[in-house]
């Protein structure tokens, strides 16, 4: 196997406030090859936080300390501001959840792209704006030259999202982190914009960090599955052999996804036990995930 | 549109009840308490006082309409006439006080926005704080005994220095541009000190509200996702900042600022009694506490058209800025 895209370590995000510290992330550890990685948990458990010290985001007072976190073997962690907006857009890109607010409402669609396009490629403005076109088409926008000269709130909820990922995958980054990409989504244009996020991450040879609730969702859509609960990775699987479940979290979430092939008068609730939050993972572990060891 | 001129039709309503109900007889300012009965009848009729309301209504709107507002009992002119020269002084000092408060007050309000918390935030807040709650004339007194009595650096009390009265000719009637047009290079310099200290206590003033606002609102924005999109695509602080949240507050800010403006020229009373600033602010004081009242509605009604006017422009303004509003 060859060196991971992004290698991650005993990750965590604390935030100091004034009744001590609340760790949002705490010890998270996950290699990235070419594939799609499927990060699940609920609200809170510190998903969404991971991919955001990925990308240096994280703001004060918050704070990042990790082991490791590497990108293609080379330290992102804690770099400074300067060196990090390098890596940002051009190597790790993120996908928000709803384009109504993760577009600038005063600013064209067009604008925007290149925008984020020049930023990291620089050359003329007529290149740039070719390369937008491309990446609108290629997301699968019929009129490119009319949505350029649009304005975000011109656009449905499925073509600001595929126009967000026409923009974060114009200056053709390495890793791709799309958090909760579809959530905000109609369900019908939903598989759509999947689609088209897969194919485009696929003949890249991209990494994809995909964050979502939706355990059925990355079941479908992705190679490998981490199960986060209370800021820690409590399960490592791969994506065909989700039913194999061994963590109760795991198999909780499982059991309670209502199924046509077998449906119950009454989904069972699933209880949390403390002893989760400190337990240590099972399934895969990271070592076995990559041999030669670590 | 048609809601600027209903606007404008309550303005004037309302001007005119309140000169009608005024426990001040506007026959007996004319004729004086001496005249015979047969003399207030004449005056009273020739004022049009005799016929109906509404008639009485729409002879003055038509007066208004057509610049007549009538003539002040304390200066003998007609009101249009002096508001003609009052108005300028106003206007320019208002001007000048709002673009030194926003010159300063919004750059001071996003970066205080964008280091929260650091020192600039709290220089920024203190700095807002003594602009709200210093009395303006108290702050105008010790500008004028620091700045005029003790340093000299500026210009005392008034318009312009005793010897450039009267000698630039008055095309505007802001002395700065006139003085300008007329290449009166030591006239302007003499209107400059005069208006800059009253100026920047204004400005001060309109800054502290200012810095305030553009702080909210930018902090409103910085905490949207499309920054957060900007942050992802690598865009250094300053392009975040300025290109991105910036072009978002300029559309509320436009009101803030008009708002400002136009509470600027109303006049402020105290400031202008302060510098013997001859402006539309005392005009109206003094014509009140005389009970003249035509010189009082007059005023009223241009600083209502101002407003209106000051809303019109925002709202043109909005169209321009957000794309959203089209």
């Known amino acids: 196997m060859t060196d991971p895209l992004l290698s991650v370590r005993n990750l965590r995000v604390t935030f100091a406030t004034r009744q001590g510290e609340f760790q949002a992330v705490r010890g998270v550890g996950f290699d990235l090859g070419r594939e799609r990685l499927g990060v699940v948990g609920e609200s809170g458990s510190g998903k969404s936080m991971t991919g955001r010290a ?55 669609i067009g604008d925007q792209i290149i925008e984020a396009y020049r930023l990291h490629a620089g050359g003329a403005k007529g290149q740039a704006r070719q390369k937008a076109l491309d990446m609108l088409a290629a997301v699968q926008i019929r009129e490119p030259e009319r949505v350029m000269a649009a304005y975000p709130h011109e656009m449905s909820g499925g073509m600001g999202q595929r126009i967000m990922i026409a923009m974060m995958l114009a200056p ?101 036990q403390d002893s989760w939050r400190d337990g240590g993972p099972v399934g895969e572990s990271l070592e076995t995930d990559l041999p030669g060891g670590l | ?40 009848e004449a005056a009273y009729q020739a004022m049009g006082l005799d016929k109906p309301l509404v008639v009485q209504f729409f002879g003055y709107i038509g007066d208004v309409l057509t610049g007549n507002f009538g003539r002040s009992i304390s200066t003998g002119q007609l009101v249009i006439d002096d508001i003609r020269h009052v108005f300028p002084a106003t206007l320019e000092l208002a001007t000048l006080g709002t673009l030194i408060g926003v010159s300063i007050g919004v750059p001071l309000g996003v970066i205080a926005a964008a280091r929260r918390g650091g020192i600039i935030d709290q220089v920024a807040r203190v700095v807002a704080l003594v602009g709200y709650s210093m009395p303006i004339f108290w702050l105008g007194l010790m500008g004028l005994l620091v700045f005029y009595g003790i340093l000299g650096w500026v210009g005392g009390p008034g318009r312009q220095g005793i010897i450039f009265d009267g000698m630039v000719p008055s095309v505007t ?149 957000d794309p959203r509003s089209k």
């Open chain 2, 173 to 321: 009637g802001l002395i700065l541009v006139d003085s300008l047009i007329a290449g009166d290079w030591a006239a302007f310099r003499d209107a400059f000190s005069h208006i800059i200290l009253p100026a920047s206590l204004l400005g001060y003033f309109s800054l502290a509200y200012i810095s305030r606002m553009t702080r909210s609102f930018m902090l409103e924005q910085l905490g949207a996702e499309y920054i957060t999109t900007a942050r992802v695509k690598g865009l250094s602080e300053g392009a975040v900042i300025w290109r991105h949240a910036f072009r978002n507050i300029s559309i509320p800010l436009v009101t803030v600022i008009a708002l400002s403006f136009g509470s600027l020229l109303e006049g402020s009373v105290l400031t202008e009694i302060i510098f013997s600033w001859p402006g539309l602010g005392q005009y109206i004081t003094k014509s009140l506490l005389a009970g003249d009242m035509s010189a009082v509605l007059g005023g009223t009604i241009v600083v209502g058209v101002c407003f209106i006017a000051l809303n019109l422009l925002s709202d043109l303004l909005y169209r321009v800025l």
């Open chain 1, 54 to 108: 990925i990308l240096g985001l994280v703001r004060p007072p918050g704070r990042v300390t990790a082991d490791r976190m590497e990108l293609e073997g080379q330290s992102i962690l804690n770099l400074s501001e300067r060196k990090m907006r390098r890596i940002r857009g051009s190597r790790i890109s993120m996908v928000m959840q709803d384009p109504k607010f993760s577009l600038n409402p005063v600013m064209t």
């Open chain 2, 1 to 40: 549109m048609l809601s600027l001129a209903l606007t404008l039709l309550g303005l004037l309503l309302v001007t005119f009840i309140i000169g009608r109900v005024m426990p001040i007889d506007p026959v007996l300012k004319v004729v004086g308490d001496r005249a015979s009965q047969a003399q207030y």
């Open chain 1, 172 to 272: 053709d980054p390495e890793i791709l982190i799309a958090d909760e990409p579809t959530s905000a989504l109609d369900v019908s244009v939903r598989t759509e914009v999947l689609n088209i996020l897969d194919r485009l991450v696929r003949d890249r040879g991209m990494g994809l960090i995909f964050i979502s609730h939706d355990l059925n969702l990355v079941a479908q859509f992705c190679d490998r599955v981490l199960i986060m609960y209370a800021g820690r990775i409590v399960e490592t699987l791969s994506a065909r052999t989700l039913h194999e479940a061994r963590h109760p979290y795991t198999q909780g979430l499982l059991n309670s996804l209502p199924r046509l092939d077998a449906p119950v008068d009454r989904l069972p609730v699933l209880p949390r």
